[in-house]
Nanobody, 125 residues
């Protein structure tokens, strides 16, 4: 069983930056792709970013390209999401996710089996 705990959210002004962290326990994140998703109020959960097991490949939602950067530190068993130039529309609960299979590298939430409890990001205009 994998436990994921996100941190780093908060209230920031538009144009500000945050770094979200996701600490995994119960299993190493090595050899597994990882992803970030978000859910804004009254909206569906949406894909934000994903990173391959090696870190060599990354995918981003069009809405965050150029502003968000996903990375991983397998020694610390931690996934990161660096966010720059925050916009009010980035306001959401951000979740990290891990698959159960090493063969999964996807942008769809159905491909992930483990989810954190989320961290709130609120951007004021």
């Amino acid at each position: 069983q994998v436990q994921l705990v996100e941190s780093g959210g908060g209230l920031v002004q538009a144009g500000g930056s945050l770094r979200l962290s996701c600490l995994a326990s119960g299993r190493t994140i090595s050899n597994y792709a990882m992803g970030w998703f978000r859910r804004a109020p009254v909206k569906e959960r949406e894909f934000v970013a994903a990173i391959s097991w090696s870190g060599g490949s990354t995918y981003y939602a069009d809405s965050v390209k150029g502003r968000f950067s996903i990375s991983r530190d397998d020694v610390k068993n931690t996934l990161y999401l660096q966010i720059h130039n925050l916009k009010p529309e980035d306001t959401a609960v951000y979740y990290c996710a891990a698959p159960d299979s090493t063969f999964v590298f996807t942008t769809t939430p159905d491909g992930y089996d483990y989810w954190g409890q989320g961290t709130q990001v609120t951007v004021s205009s």
